[in-house]
């Protein structure tokens, strides 16, 4: 599903029109980003919960050259779905 996609499935599902439903997307999106880079989780009960997760810099060796190569510090956003949202996936799918 492309973004467009998306944005017609929401407005669609919530009854608004895709101007609205594209300003809840980018602020929903923004938001998610300012907490996620402040250090916050943010948890949507019934959904999941985004959070960032530091990793810390280390050696690794390049395959190909066999050299080592110091792999710096990076931040990585991670999405953790309820279990409720786990069920209804997999609901959704065994009912096709």
């Known amino acids: 599903m ?36 402040e250090g916050d989780a943010i948890t949507l009960p019934q959904f999941g919960t985004f959070e960032s997760r530091k990793r810390m810099e280390r050696v690794a060796i390049h395959p190909a050259t066999g050299k080592r190569i110091l792999v710096p510090p990076k931040v990585s956003l991670v999405f953790r779905p309820s279990s409720l949202l786990k069920q209804k996936v997999n609901t959704d799918k065994t009912a096709d």
């Open 2 to 37: 492309d973004r467009t996609s998306l944005l017609a499935s929401i407005a669609g599902n919530a009854g608004l029109d895709s101007e609205t439903a594209e300003r809840i997307l980018d602020a929903f999106r923004d938001t998610i980003a300012e907490k996620c880079s």
